[in-house]
């Protein structure tokens, strides 16, 4: 782990027993929610970063899934942070999502931060516009933790990523690995849109910025790897890293978004052809910070890791 090299002790909190490097400690904390019991995982620490959430939920069966996004999302989190400000912790870097900001940056977008016009890349002063259950219990937890930091001391840290990548990543992006290593023509060849993301190694090496720097304290920052890329260039990549060339044809877009509303796929289909982009400059002027990799390196290690899978199966 990138923390621990840098001399860092680290401690884990997990739901259930799993697997980490024997140089971590963990403890065992049970579902997160506004009960969850932090004292053991809490004793002696400095420093929280809170990567826990509800999310990847595809087909979401709940009859209140804002209710069910806030039972982990807001009041796991508003819990944890009120009882790490009495155990003494002097920060806690939250781990939001982009989602915050909104789900497009393709189209025209009034923002009274910029004087209107049009909205082409996320900013930290963007007015958030969270549409989805999962966006917006994010962003309730945002406004919580503020809240609690002007109460008690507690220094606040809020990271928003967009897409974030690496080996084991889930969600949209695992399917689109299973379709390339499969083989399967894929109709995006005419798609031209521009979409932010962040390599795993990248936003970890970001949150230990974050975790201490002191001019980090009560800000927001938006991560990125800095290169913003074109879905079909991006399965190229991916294609190519993992030793299955990607197989694209051209379909208008227009027709893709059809197809996607026609089968009940439309937020998926727009995921492939809209334009989501991150300005990561703030964290980069006020912190130094750099990605350590390139958006190339992070995807071929991305591939790389699939390609090993597909020859210890054989």
């Known amino acids: 782990m990138q923390a621990v090299r840098r001399g860092f002790a680290v401690r884990g909190a997990l739901r259930k027993l799993g697997e980490l490097s024997d140089s971590v400690g963990s403890v065992v904390v049970g579902e997160i929610n506004g009960a969850t019991g932090w004292g053991l995982a809490l004793r002696g620490v400095d420093v929280v970063i809170h990567l826990a959430a509800r999310v990847h939920v595809m087909m979401d069966a709940s009859a209140d899934p804002l209710a069910e996004f806030l039972k982990v999302n807001l009041h796991g989190t508003v819990n944890l942070a009120e009882q790490a400000a009495r155990a003494g912790v002097r920060r806690l870097v939250y781990v939001s999502s982009i989602k915050v900001n909104g789900e497009s940056t393709l189209s025209p977008s009034p923002s009274p931060a ?157 995921r492939l052809l809209g334009s989501l982009r991150v300005d990561s400059g703030k964290i980069r002027r006020e912190l130094g910070w750099r990605p350590p990799y390139t958006l190339w390196e992070g995807l071929q290690n991305t591939g790389a890791s699939v390609r090993r899978i597909d020859v210890k199966e054989e």
Not at 147 to 156: C, K, N, S
Not at 204 to 219: F, K, N, S, Y
Not at 221 to 249: K, N
Request: glycine fraction near 10%; aromatic fraction near 6%; charge should be negative.
């Open 114 to 270: 910029r004087g209107g016009g049009e909205q082409n890349i996320f900013i930290e002063t963007d007015v958030p516009d969270p549409q989805d259950p999962y966006g917006v219990s994010k962003w309730e937890a945002e406004l919580a933790l503020q809240r609690i930091a002007q109460e008690t001391g507690l220094e606040v840290v809020i990271v928003r990523p967009p897409l974030v990548y690496g080996p084991g990543v889930k969600g949209n992006f695992a399917q689109m690995l299973k379709v390339l290593a499969k083989g399967i023509p894929l109709p995006l060849a005419s798609v031209h849109n521009l979409r932010s993301l962040v390599y795993v190694g990248n936003l970890v090496d970001a949150l230990i910025v974050c975790a201490t720097h002191p001019a980090a304290a009560e800000q927001t920052y938006l991560v990125s790897d800095g290169e913003d890329i074109s879905t079909p260039d991006l399965l190229r990549q991916l294609g190519a890293a993992m030793g299955h060339p990607a197989r694209l044809f051209p379909c208008s877009p227009a027709l893709l978004n059809l197809a996607g509303r026609l089968t009940g796929k439309a937020e998926q289909v727009e």
